[in-house]
């Protein structure tokens, strides 16, 4: 049963508009969340994370909102640009341990000039 | 400074056989863990090295097994293989235990066949 969802494999958007990616999450006990960008031939790269006494955390043009009550994460990158198209991970971790780190799916998105 | 650097890149191996895999974590991280990439599945953690000790461990079989040398360099073991240990297998490193500053290598590209 995963711990983290990413129900969208896969998310098309134009230049210049916003690309949202969302994130579900099960396990009430996770309190810090991180997103990752990955490119293909290449390791995941840290992109933003937001602790659990936060609702929102932003970063140029990323931001992820958090809503604990539902459970869900969502990063929005405003403006779109075609180097953004990567494959995007969700992370949940219970601690600073590297077991209490799960990962979902990832979502690929292709942002189309 | 140079980053993670994971030997082999590619890597084609028969069913039975065994493999090891090698990580070389960035100068002054002390801590390298393994994750294992399948499509679908996202990250999946194999395991934790920090100081030369196992520090966690994911849920995978005994067949999994590594080590972590007095530099830090890691080499992760994979015998009897299946063919479902097809996958992308990446180490990322870190200072000392999980955080946002947890870096990735490229990842080695493992094929049982």
């Known amino acids: 049963d995963q711990q983290v969802k990413q129900n969208s494999p896969s998310l098309s958007v134009q230049e210049g508009r916003i690309s949202i990616l969302n994130c579900d999450y099960t396990n009430s006990m996770f309190d810090y969340f991180l997103w990752y960008k990955k490119y293909p031939a290449e390791g995941p790269t840290f992109l933003i994370s937001?602790?659990?006494?936060?609702d929102k955390n932003e970063d140029g043009r990323f931001t992820v909102f958090l809503n604990k009550s539902a459970k869900h994460l969502s990063l929005h990158i405003v403006p779109s640009q075609p180097g953004d198209s990567a494959v995007y991970f969700c992370a949940a971790s219970r601690g600073t341990s590297y077991d209490k780190v799960i990962f979902g799916p990832g979502t690929s998105l292709s942002v189309i000039p | 400074k140079a980053g993670v650097t994971q030997t082999p890149r590619y890597l084609i191996k028969t069913r039975g056989q065994q493999v090891t895999l090698s990580c070389s974590p960035i100068?002054?991280?002390?801590?390298v863990s393994w994750y294992q990439q399948t499509p679908g599945q996202g990250l999946q953690f194999l395991f934790e090295?920090?100081?030369?000790?196992?520090?966690n461990k994911g849920n995978f079989p005994g067949r999994f097994s590594g080590r972590q040398f007095s530099n830090s360099r890691s080499e992760m073991n994979v015998s009897t293989l299946e063919l479902g240990d097809s996958a992308l297998y990446l180490c990322?490193?870190?200072?000392?235990?999980?955080?946002?500053?947890?870096?990735f290598g490229q990842g080695t590209r493992l094929t049982v066949v």
């Open positions: 100068s002054g991280h002390r801590s």
């Open positions: 990322a490193s870190s200072l000392d235990t999980w955080n946002t500053e947890a870096f």
């Open positions: 090295y920090f100081s030369e000790t196992q520090r």
């Open positions: 937001i602790s659990s006494i936060k």
